[in-house]
């Protein structure tokens, strides 16, 4: 009985003796908080303050050491990464950027912290909270008003593909992503770009068979980002490319990465993202909330029927077999988006048509001359909101599938299926002409 009183005042002692170890929070007050309406940054002050601003907020329980250094590095890191006091000082995009980021944390259950929601219960965010914080952040900002004609083309010869740098995590560049297939596309509204989610043969053919949680070693998904540039035929149709980003699955090789290699290559030079290898903090740290789904964020278009509580594909974007051909399966030309229906159009060529297009170099604005035996596809869904980012729209059911046959020179036939089941439409022969002039007029989207 001695010993277990003697023990218990020892560890009182031991306590107190710690709480001397009390390293401090350097506090100070806010140089630029972020530029958002009273009600949106009393929002953020409740929920994300305590660690992501220069205020000191700890709760009493906080104040104990060992909890005390728990919180404090937590407070540390979260600074690091997000600070609302000093936001304001960035450039508005950023401070948009930050905020739609913030908002798919929340939405996704990565933020506030669950183990610090679990002690702080006040600090979640309301569903209302979180509908206001939309509702400052929607409209999408609109786009510059229209320009002539496609992006201005690069004047200069396009990169020899063989000689870009390896990234700062020596992940090497995949020329080969060109040719892979097409798992979605996602309309952007936070940033104004246009990308497409492109995967290997392992990739693709496990996105077909349903077998993607985890996604099969092996796997490369490409995505390719453009801005979007607004048209006078009122579509926003890729602009200037922005970048290429990588994901490469080897669960055992990047164990440290969750599981994958990352790499993002900037501009038509494609030049390695970042300063050194820690880059890759920052892709992992946005994937994070999606860890359930092996990291990965797209909902790959595709029949497969998963038993999954989370939906992970998007099977209603998929078409149906009985369609004269499979375009799914071919490669894209390009893709547009159709603000006034919501509608995204995604041009895909078979082999011959392909052999014609030119994404690269100073010839690239103008629109491939396709030989006899090519059949395009251009494919148009109705838009939804992703499920997994604010801010972004996918694909949802398809609209219409329309091809055109080039049998010789100016002899193309032009086929239209629509309705729910993409049924044949016998009754456009007089709008033929004018459908299959805009489609093969439609130039690809540029690539480095
Ligand atoms: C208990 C501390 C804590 C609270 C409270 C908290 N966060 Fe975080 N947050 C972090 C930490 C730590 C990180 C770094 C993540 C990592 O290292 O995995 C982070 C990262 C982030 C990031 C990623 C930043 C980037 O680009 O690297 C965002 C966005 C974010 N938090 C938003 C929020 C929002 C919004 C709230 C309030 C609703 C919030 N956080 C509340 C600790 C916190
Ligand atoms: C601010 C959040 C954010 C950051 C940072 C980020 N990603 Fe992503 N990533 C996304 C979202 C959202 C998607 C879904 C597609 C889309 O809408 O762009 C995505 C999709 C991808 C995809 C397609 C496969 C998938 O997961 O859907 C690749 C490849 C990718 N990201 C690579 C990277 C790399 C490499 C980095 C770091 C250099 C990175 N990402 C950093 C948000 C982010």
Redesign the pocket.
């Known amino acids: 009985m001695k010993i277990l009183s003697r023990l218990i005042i020892a560890g009182f002692v031991f306590l107190l003796l710690l709480q001397c170890f009390r390293p401090s929070i350097p506090a100070r007050p806010a140089t630029a908080e972020v530029e958002a309406p009273p009600q949106v940054r009393q929002i953020l002050r409740n929920s994300c303050y305590s660690c992501h601003s220069d205020e000191r907020r700890l709760a009493w329980f906080d104040q104990v050491v060992p909890a005390y250094w728990l919180a404090r590095s937590d407070v540390l890191t979260a600074r690091q990464h997000l600070n609302f006091s000093t936001l304001g000082s960035k450039p508005p995009a950023i401070q948009r950027a930050t905020l739609f ?1 913030a908002v798919n944390m929340i939405q996704l259950g990565a933020m506030p912290l669950p183990r610090f929601l679990a002690l702080h219960p006040n600090a979640k965010v309301s569903p209302e909270d979180l509908a206001t914080i939309k509702t400052y952040l929607a409209p999408w900002s609109p786009l510059p008003s229209p320009s002539p004609g496609a992006p201005a083309p690069s004047a200069s010869a396009p990169i020899a593909l063989d000689t870009v740098k390896p990234e700062w995590n020596s992940l090497a560049f995949d020329s080969s992503f060109e040719s892979w297939r097409l798992l979605s596309t ?1 309309d ?1 509204g936070d940033n104004n770009s246009l ?1 497409l ?1 492109l995967g290997n043969d392992i990739a693709t053919a496990a996105a077909r068979s349903g077998n993607i949680t985890p996604w099969p070693d092996g796997s490369r ?3 390719i980002a453009w801005q979007q540039q607004q048209g006078l035929d009122g579509l926003i149709h890729p602009g200037n490319f922005i970048q290429v ?3 490469v699955k080897d669960a055992a090789r990047y164990k440290s990465s969750e599981g994958w290699g ?3 290559w900037r501009t038509l030079t494609l030049q390695p ?1 970042g300063k050194d290898a820690s ?1 890759v903090a ?2 992992t ?3 994070m909330p999606v860890l359930g789904d092996d ?4 909902l790959p278009i595709t029949q497969a029927h998963i038993e999954r509580a989370e939906v992970v594909n998007n099977h209603a974007a998929a078409l149906p077999s009985t369609l004269p051909y499979q375009p799914l399966g071919w490669r894209v030309i390009t893709l547009y988006v159709d603000p006034k229906n919501h509608s995204t159009a995604i041009l895909y060529g078979n082999d011959t048509a392909m052999s014609a297009v030119q994404p690269r170099g100073p010839a690239s604005s103008a629109p491939p001359a396709y030989a006899a035996g090519s059949v395009l596809a251009l494919v148009t869904w109705s838009q939804r909101d ?1 499920p ?2 604010f801010g ?1 729209r996918i694909p949802d059911t398809p609209q219409s599938v329309e091809f055109v046959q080039i049998a010789a020179a100016q002899n193309s036939r032009y086929r239209r299926f629509t309705g729910s089941s993409l049924s044949e439409d016998p009754s456009t022969t007089t709008q033929s002409a004018q459908r299959i002039g805009f489609i093969l007029g439609l130039p690809p989207a540029s690539l480095p």
Do not use: N, P, Q, S
């Not at 990291?295 to 797209?298: E, I, L, Q, S, W």
């Open positions: 980021e996602t952007r990308r989610i998904f490409a995505k980003e990588l994901m990352w790499g993002r993202y880059f920052e892709c740290t946005c994937h990291a990965v964020y797209t992703d997994h980012w972004a």
